[in-house]
């Protein structure tokens, strides 16, 4: 039987197990960089990890020639507006400290140093990672004079809290980094109880959409417990895909939504939503 035509956007058995960066404790995860996509061009940089202890990530203080988002959001479908954790992070080279302790996405902007990021306190699991809109990852010399200081910025330009809605199949959280003021970047995460049809949001049409399709649980990412049906092109091309999995759906290719046609256990759909000229 031959491949799908439009399976290089849909890669099956996403998650990973070890990555050339700092050790850290949450694994398996999904990594997805420009090179995993084959010749599709694809300018995309993401992760998502389960942070389920308190921990210092050892990244050491930097700054990037973009923009980055990290998201800190809450696994409790009732409450996901809940992180049930504490999180302390140092901006700026004065080590300016944040602390936040709801569902929240970081925004850093091009040029400010950032990090270490301290995780004081977990109550509950909850899914963390980045966003860049860049092919790989780059961090500005340490030398270089173009800085932004941490007195340039407050904590709302920072610290950046989505919108919470509630589905016939499960909560959803929404973030609209335009809407906000900050990064053109759209991140959604939906919690899916039961069958169900996900459209992209009428506000990304003309976004090239990346999306997870993971476990309900931030501690088995691997572990999703459903079928879904990807259906991409002119020609309406169905794949079927029933393991963790991470889909690529340019905004000039026809797809129509993600049908989650078998639901056995919760699992989750985490969507980012970029203009297409960032493809």
């Known amino acids: 039987m031959s491949e799908p035509r439009y399976a290089q956007y849909v890669r099956q058995k996403a998650t990973r197990t070890s990555l050339n960066i700092p050790e850290r404790i949450h694994y398996p995860f999904v990594h997805m960089e420009q090179d995993m996509w084959g010749d599709l061009g694809?300018?995309?940089?993401?992760?998502?990890?389960?942070?389920?202890?308190?921990?210092?990530?050892?990244?050491?203080?930097?700054?990037?020639?973009?923009?980055?988002?990290?998201?800190?959001?809450?696994?409790?479908?009732?409450?996901?507006e809940?992180?049930?954790a504490v999180v302390?992070?140092?901006?700026?080279?004065?080590?300016?400290?944040?602390?936040?302790?709801?569902?929240?996405?970081?925004?850093?902007?091009?040029?400010?140093?950032?990090?270490?990021?301290?995780?004081?306190?977990?109550?509950?699991?909850?899914f963390f990672g980045h966003i860049m809109q860049s092919s790989s990852y780059a961090k500005v010399d340490d030398n270089a004079p173009e800085r932004v200081r941490a007195d340039d910025v407050s904590y709302s330009d920072i610290?950046?809290?989505?919108?919470?809605?509630?589905?016939?199949?499960?909560?959803?959280?929404?973030?609209n980094g335009k809407a906000q003021g900050v990064v053109d970047t759209m991140i959604n995460l939906h919690f899916i109880t039961r069958t169900a049809s996900i459209d992209r949001p009428p506000e990304a049409k003309g976004y090239n959409q990346f999306s997870i399709l993971m476990g309900g649980n931030p501690m088995n990412i691997p572990g999703f417990t459903a079928e879904a049906e990807i259906t991409l092109g002119q020609e309406a091309e169905k794949q079927v895909v029933d393991s963790t999995t991470v889909i690529h759906i340019p905004a000039d290719l026809p797809a129509k939504p993600v049908?989650?046609?078998?639901?056995?256990a919760p699992v989750c759909m985490m969507s980012y939503f970029v203009p297409a000229e960032n493809r």
Not at 44 to 60: G, I, K, T
Not at 159 to 169: M, S
């Open 88 to 126: 302390e992070f140092g901006i700026g080279e004065e080590w300016k400290k944040l602390t936040f302790d709801t569902t929240a996405v970081l925004r850093f902007p091009a040029n400010l140093r950032h990090a270490p990021v301290y995780v004081r306190k977990v109550d509950r699991p909850f």
């Open 159 to 175: 610290v950046k809290i989505p919108e919470f809605k509630n589905t016939g199949y499960g909560a959803v959280t929404l973030f």
């Open 42 to 80: 694809v300018n995309a940089n993401f992760a998502c990890s389960c942070v389920q202890e308190p921990f210092v990530m050892p990244d050491l203080p930097h700054a990037h020639p973009y923009d980055e988002l990290l998201y800190f959001f809450g696994s409790d479908p009732d409450h996901p």
């Open 259 to 264: 049908s989650f046609t078998k639901v056995t």
């Open 82 to 84: 809940k992180l049930n």
